[in-house]
């Protein structure tokens, strides 16, 4: 069955240091997508990045890149330099074939003190 | 207005109320769905609907009543709720189930119940 695990419910860093949120998931397919979202304090989930199965080539925009591991089913997510702008809850999810819809993590509430 | 609308932001009722909370997009979608989200837990995927007709119930309680009338609205009928069910309730949307997995979703903002 799919699964996206975030092991991490929290995590507190002072602006301007790295920070790395991980995101492990399961699936049978070899066809799959996986993506990261955003939850501002307003409430609604803000489309980051997607990653299909077959592109490991990690990614990089910004302050914000990804690391996609086949190998180990893993697909984290770094903030260089962070801001106070970055506090949010993060969500990893997968869509593959098991489902109608995507599967969601549980999500990383990251805060970044000034 | 564009994107998703949810309404009301914020809702409180008791457990022997109904109230209904509603989901507009205006992007043109055909696929809409109903998320849970839970301190601590996955957000949890409720329903899914395309072209106006449900397509999955994801083993949701009978108090949660949905309804689609149209490819642009989506409501979530709630009745004699429990304590339990008070959590964040996102809609969101996609072009088509297919273009959904592939490329994601726009969500709403969610409304916040709260059961009482």
């Known amino acids: 069955a799919q699964k996206v695990t975030q092991a991490q419910t929290e995590i507190s860093v002072v602006e301007k240091e790295d920070v790395t949120l991980d995101c492990v998931y399961e699936?049978?397919?070899?066809?799959?997508?996986l993506f990261w979202y955003k939850q501002p304090p307003s409430g609604e989930l803000v489309f980051l990045i997607r990653r299909n199965s077959f592109d490991e080539q990690n990614e990089i925009s910004g302050r914000y890149s990804w690391n996609f591991q086949k190998s180990t089913s893993s697909f984290n997510f770094t903030i260089t330099a962070s801001q106070v702008v970055d506090s949010a809850v993060y969500f990893c999810a997968l869509s593959d074939t098991g489902r109608r819809a995507l599967t969601f993590g549980s999500g990383t509430r990251l805060q970044v003190q000034p | 207005e564009t994107g998703v609308t949810q309404t009301p932001r914020h809702l409180v009722m008791g457990m022997t109320n109904k109230k209904s909370l509603k989901c507009e997009q205006h992007l043109g979608h055909n696929a809409m769905y109903w998320y849970k989200q839970s301190a601590k837990k996955p957000l949890e995927l409720m329903f899914v609907?395309?072209?106006?007709?449900?397509?999955e119930n994801n083993s949701v309680p009978s108090r949660f009543s949905p309804e689609c009338p149209n490819s642009s609205h989506l409501f979530l009928h709630l009745h004699t709720l429990q304590p339990e069910d008070s959590a964040l309730y996102l809609c969101?949307?996609?072009?088509?189930?297919?273009?959904?997995?592939?490329?994601?979703?726009?969500f709403g903002s969610g409304t916040r119940l709260t059961v009482v």
């Open positions: 609907y395309s072209l106006e007709e449900r397509v």
């Open positions: 969101a949307s996609s072009q088509d189930l297919m273009t959904g997995k592939v490329y994601g979703y726009t």
């Open positions: 699936t049978r397919d070899t066809t799959y997508y």
